[in-house]
């Protein structure tokens, strides 16, 4: 008796086993590759301005001198010392904190109205307020500011900002309110909780990846602003952007001190960046689903 051996056959156009493995392989090539280029273009100018502020304007303006330098700390030695950094710093943090907590304060609970009972106009009203340009504003708000008495105080700086972060946060938190299951706030109501109750402890709580992603990013927007400061604020209440606008004049730009100045205003940002990265990550994530 003799035993046959069948030999399995795939079916045609199905691609061999090794050839989906090397098409695996060429894809994760691809993809390192491309992440590897992302990456550079993002972190090469963050490295070139770290760099720069260790150099002398010399060493800053020639091409010859790369990243094999003797540092040097008279940049920071200098701009530490003239204090308008400092300050500068200080007023950014205060407007920054202050216009971002009074904005998650409004926008949170109106974008939770807005997501809970289907405020479609609302929505629409809140979209057409992030695209209107803000420097349309200017000129009505100088004069408004200017006949109240408000302009070069910190009242202004954070009434502007406010203007583009409560449409920020309200657009972002309006789709995490819409994607919380209802049943949640039902139950809550049906144990003799409010409309408000409901909303306070148990919409709030599961929405505070969202919360802190969105106020992550009007505070980076408040600290980053560069058009409301130069136009509201003074020597007093001046913020980073104008401070390192001022590192550049007419004759000559000094680069090394410029390059000190930004590298200690992106030290802040960076840090409430990774400390903040679990609620960031969470929250940039949760919101793209329901339920």
Avoid: C
């Amino acid at each position: 008796m003799s035993a046959t051996v069948s030999r399995a056959t795939r079916p045609s156009g199905t691609p061999h086993p090794a050839s989906r493995a090397r098409g695996r392989r060429g894809g994760a090539w691809l993809r390192t590759t491309a992440i590897t280029i992302v990456t550079l273009v993002f972190a090469l100018p963050l490295v070139w301005m770290f760099a720069a502020a260790f150099k002398t304007n010399v060493q800053v303006t020639d091409p010859s001198v790369g990243l094999w330098f003797r540092p040097t700390l008279d940049n920071f030695r200098s701009i530490v010392e003239a204090g308008q950094i400092v300050r500068s710093m200080g007023n950014s943090l205060l407007v920054g904190v202050v216009s971002t907590v009074l904005s998650a304060v409004i926008a949170v609970p109106a974008a939770w109205a807005v997501g809970r009972f289907n405020m479609h106009r609302t929505g629409s009203l809140i979209l057409v307020a992030r695209i209107v340009p803000a420097i349309s504003l200017l000129v009505p708000w100088y004069y408004l500011f200017a006949r109240m008495g408000l302009v070069g105080s910190y009242t202004v700086l954070v009434l502007s900002h406010m203007f583009v972060s409560v449409p920020l946060i309200m657009w972002i938190m309006i789709s995490f309110f819409a994607g919380l299951p209802v049943e949640l706030e039902e139950a809550a109501r049906t144990d003799g909780l409010s409309a408000f109750g409901a909303f306070w402890r148990i919409s709030l709580p599961l929405a505070a990846p969202g919360t802190a992603t969105a106020s992550l990013l009007a505070f980076v927007f408040s600290w980053n602003n560069f058009m409301f400061a130069l136009v509201f604020a003074d020597d007093r209440t001046q913020t980073v952007p104008v401070t390192l606008f001022n590192f550049i004049s007419y004759a000559s730009t000094d680069w090394g001190g410029l390059m000190a100045a930004a590298t200690l205003i992106t030290v802040p940002v960076v840090l409430a960046a990774v400390l903040g990265q679990k609620y960031l990550v969470a929250g940039l994530t949760s919101g793209a689903t329901k339920g």
